[in-house]
T-cell receptor, first 117, second 112 residues
Framework: DAGVIQSPRHEVTEMGQEVTLRCKPI?????LFWYRQTMMRGLELLIY????????DSGMPEDRFSAKMPNASFSTLKIQPSEPRDSAVYFC???????????????FGDGTRLSIL | GQSLEQPSEVTAVEGAIVQINCTYQ??????LSWYQQHDGGAPTFLSY????GLEETGRFSSFLSRSDSYGYLLLQELQMKDSASYFC?????????????FGSGTQLTVLP
């Protein structure tokens, strides 16, 4: 079975440019999460969706960041305009709905390594 | 909000046993998960504790004490390939939320 697929794997761009990161969750998973990982701040949840609806975007750092999930098999994280401090590894993860008392682990994609020059 | 504490680094030798502790402070606690991440790779799920006690999965075990807000990951018969970062993560419940908050990670180095 295919796992979570992210693209691109690497992105290098100049500050001020728009950056779009893409994610295809595992089929049948109805939760999708976007994380950012840096040495300083670790693994931070940016936003997550349930059944394509954004549930909690309190982790989105500022208005330059936006995320969409137009359908169950695709999500984007967009940064516009990008800044050097946005350089990080961005992970997408998906999970199915956990029953009460049980757990459904999050399955992570391989991430996008983003460098803003 | 949530906060988690775990050691930043642990070193052990092949074949040994190592325990990585995690203490947490959170509201709406639902369970404690452990993830492994090799350099440059994706975090992968290892174990979950929703109830107090020990969960065993092969060479890895995880323990939870809800009353102490404490858990640990136990790795036995260490192998070189176990060198990685290990993250504890609290699963919190808020409304329909099922989100994870990750600790800062413990870098495990296994020496020959």
């Amino acid at each position: 079975d295919a796992g979570v697929i992210q693209s691109p794997r690497h992105e290098v761009t100049e500050m001020g440019q728009e950056v779009t990161l893409r994610c295809k969750p595992i089929s049948g998973h109805d939760y999708l999460f976007w994380y950012r990982q840096t040495m300083m701040r670790g693994l931070e949840l940016l936003i997550y969706f349930n059944n394509n609806v954004p549930i909690d975007d309190s982790g989105m750092p500022e208005d330059r960041f936006s995320a969409k999930m137009p359908n169950a098999s695709f999500s984007t994280l967009k940064i516009q305009p990008s800044e050097p401090r946005d350089s990080a590894v961005y992970f997408c993860a998906s999970s199915s709905r956990p029953d009460r008392g049980s757990n459904q682990p999050q399955h992570f994609g391989d991430g996008t390594r983003l460098s803003i020059l | 909000g949530q906060s988690l504490e775990q050691p930043s680094e642990v070193t052990a030798v092949e074949g040994a046993i190592v325990q990585i502790n995690c203490t947490y402070q959170t509201s709406g606690f639902y369970g404690l998960s452990w993830y492994q991440q090799h350099d440059g790779g994706a975090p992968t799920f290892l174990s979950y504790n929703g109830l107090d006690g020990l969960e065993e999965t092969g060479r890895f075990s995880s323990f939870l004490s809800r009353s102490d807000s404490y858990g640990y990951l136990l790795l036995q018969e260490l192998q070189m390939k176990d060198s990685a970062s290990y993250f504890c993560a609290v699963r919190v419940h808020s409304g329909s939320a099922r989100q994870l908050t990750f600790g800062s990670g413990t870098q495990l180095t296994v020496l020959p």
